[in-house]
């Protein structure tokens, strides 16, 4: 008698463990699965919280001045008429700043009434990058050619002017020659050249096959 209650506890015992344990225990092994992951994905949104927060407090110190720069630094239009206006007023400014605009002749006067001086040939191209790696759909390259007629001291003045420009201008080439009316500084009998300068600038692909303008 007692060896068979043993089995029918036994059978209990094994039909037990196969109904309801072994179901609870997987439905409660899932249950902590699941918490696992929720706590996970609680970590990672209190992460992105705070990385938000991060990112608004360095959006909330960019000063409207500063989003002017970052504009002109990398514009998200080509800009072609824009860009040549931009360095016709270097030159001008560089040259009445520096008291040699008398050296140079012009036909054309400032509003102001002073004499003008333009950069010559402009010329804007589509380029491309030396580097084939970088995203060229939302990276756009032009080359900027032109030439300017001044002596060799108001050109490295006006390199310098480039360099310092806020908007990103590489320097590919520069050639310069002897133009066929040469004129001499009466003061210091300083030559004047003709200076060819190719440029390569940069622009922002907001807008998906922009072109040339």
């Known amino acids: 008698m007692k060896t068979f209650t043993s089995i029918i506890l036994i059978v209990a015992g094994i039909l037990l463990f196969i109904f309801f344990t072994r ?16 706590n996970i994905a609680n970590d990672n949104a209190k992460n992105l919280e705070t990385k938000i927060k991060d990112l608004l407090a360095i959006k909330n110190s960019i000063t409207a001045e500063d989003i002017v720069k970052m504009d002109t630094m990398l514009p998200n239009t080509v800009e072609n008429v824009k860009l040549i206006i931009d360095f016709d007023k270097m030159l001008q400014s560089m040259v009445e700043e520096r008291g040699t605009l008398k050296l140079y002749k012009s036909n054309e006067v400032t ?37 300017v007629t001044l002596t060799y001291a108001d050109f490295i003045e ?12 590489d320097i590919e080439s520069i050639a310069f020659s002897t133009p066929a009316n040469q ?13 060819n300068i190719v440029l390569k600038t940069y622009w922002l692909k907001y807008i998906t096959n922009n072109t040339l303008q």
């Open 23 to 38: 179901p609870k225990f997987a439905d409660l092994q899932a249950k902590q699965l699941e918490v696992k992951a929720l």
């Open 158 to 169: 006006f390199l310098q002017r480039i360099e310092h420009s806020t908007r990103i201008l």
């Open 183 to 195: 004129v001499e500084v009466l003061a210091g009998k300083e030559p004047i050249y003709t200076f």
């Open 111 to 147: 509003e102001t009434g002073s004499k003008k001086i333009s950069i010559e040939n402009p010329k804007i191209t589509t380029g491309t990058m030396g580097d084939t790696s970088y995203d060229n759909s939302r990276l756009g390259v032009i080359n900027f050619s032109f030439s």
